[in-house]
């Protein structure tokens, strides 16, 4: 079943075209991933996504729902958590505070909501009462991502959760993602780390300024020698 639909999107800042023509789906289960260089469009489709870009043309479906003119607050009410870029924990509030921002929508008890993140980021229940400044980058990405998860999101959003880590710690971050997917939640992974993500992924997107100008099964792009060339390295091509 296709959970997440982008049809036709065009997303503008002022005189800047961001997206053009944008055309992907996301089936339910599945791992997408969305590649693409520096200022391609990646960030401006997940915020689009999550309510916090406007398309000027197109339309944002879910669950066979048009969500794009819907304020943020309402998109995660209906089951879209974003990891954002750059991973804006709250860096004053403490680990567990920054879980229950995840949670705002929801009255009462969030016990289970925090055990459940707990359980895939065993390291942010030790460190719960810490400040979330004094964590390292890989368990604030780690922070990020369990907070997207408090709202027991259907599909999670990934803006680069990878950036500016360790290989050792990259690692972890996408074998918890793994861990994720597992659980039954569906994600679209936004990664310049396209080796890893295509690793990962089922299907991924190629965007070049603001466009799709790919979008294959993960395993055939990984073997595409344009992709090769531009994306993983190899610059021989
Ligand atoms: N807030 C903004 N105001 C103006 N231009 C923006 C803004 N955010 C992004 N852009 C521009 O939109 C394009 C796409 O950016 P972005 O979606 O952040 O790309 P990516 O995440 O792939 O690096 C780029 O040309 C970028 O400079
Ligand atoms: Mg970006």
């Known amino acids: 079943m296709t959970l997440l639909r982008l049809i036709d999107l065009e997303v503008r ?95 009462g008890d969030l016990h289970q909501d925090t055990e459940r993140v707990y359980s895939l980021f065993p390291v942010l229940k030790q460190r719960r009462r810490q400040d979330g400044g004094t964590l390292s980058g890989g368990e604030q990405q780690m922070l990020a991502i369990g907070r997207a998860l408090m709202s027991a999101p259907r599909l999670l959003l990934l803006d680069e959760p990878s950036m500016g880590l360790a290989p050792l710690v990259v690692e972890t971050i996408f074998s918890i993602i793994s861990e994720i997917r597992k659980t039954g939640t569906t994600i679209l992974l936004v990664e310049q780390n396209a080796a890893q993500a295509l690793a990962l992924a089922d299907r991924a997107y190629v965007l070049e300024n603001g466009r799709v100008v790919m979008a294959d099964k993960a395993r055939t792009l990984l073997n ?8 993983l390295g190899e610059g021989a091509a």
């Open 224 to 231: 595409n020698e344009r992709v090769r060339a531009a994306y």
């Open 13 to 107: 800042y002022g005189a800047i075209r961001a997206l053009q023509d944008v055309n992907v789906d996301v089936s339910e289960g599945e791992i997408v991933a969305l590649l693409g260089a520096n200022g391609a469009g990646k960030t401006t489709t997940l915020r689009t996504i999550s309510g916090l870009a406007r398309p000027v043309k197109g339309s944002v479906q879910f669950a066979g729902r048009e969500i794009h003119r819907l304020p943020p607050h309402e998109v995660v009410g209906l089951g879209i958590g974003h990891a954002p870029e750059g991973r804006r924990i709250f860096p004053q509030m403490s680990v567990l505070e920054n879980l229950e921002m995840g949670a705002y929508r929801r009255r």
